[in-house]
């Protein structure tokens, strides 16, 4: 059973890592972080980020290349989001005056982030 605890905690600490990494990313390139970790009723949200008005709902992929954390985002994590962004924009009304999109960024073990800005649209997600 240790062996599946120490799994959890050094996935846990990995993730951490990379969304530090992925949020200092974000801000070198000028947007704001407005929250971290943000946790709705319908799920959690790695980071509410902002600039010039557009707001980023983002989410933080971390695999061995960056790739695989590409293409890592489910379905599921995709109505996620977009039930999280609608409960954030009914509780921030003043966040995204300008739009809101979706971002995933991708993190390798070396620390290497690339965005995949407006990944997907709300509108793209069928509840099935």
């Not at 790695?46 to 992929?61: H, N, P, R, S, T």
């Not at 966040?95 to 995933?104: K, L």
């Amino acid at each position: 059973m240790h062996a599946r605890r120490d799994r959890g905690r050094l996935a846990y600490a990995t993730g951490v890592a990379a969304e530090q990494a992925a949020c200092g990313a974000l801000i070198r390139d000028g947007w704001t972080i407005l929250a971290r970790r943000l946790r709705t009723a319908a799920g959690e949200v790695d980071a509410v980020a902002e600039k010039a008005g557009i707001l980023a709902i983002v989410e933080v992929k971390s695999r061995p290349t960056l790739a695989a954390a590409a293409i890592a985002l489910t379905v599921r994590q995709r109505l996620r989001l977009v039930g999280a962004c609608e409960i954030i924009l009914a509780e921030h009304p003043d966040w995204g005056a300008n739009g809101v999109r979706f971002d995933v960024l991708v993190v390798d073990p070396a620390g290497n982030v690339r965005r995949i800005a407006d990944a997907f649209r709300s509108d793209e997600v069928a509840i099935r």
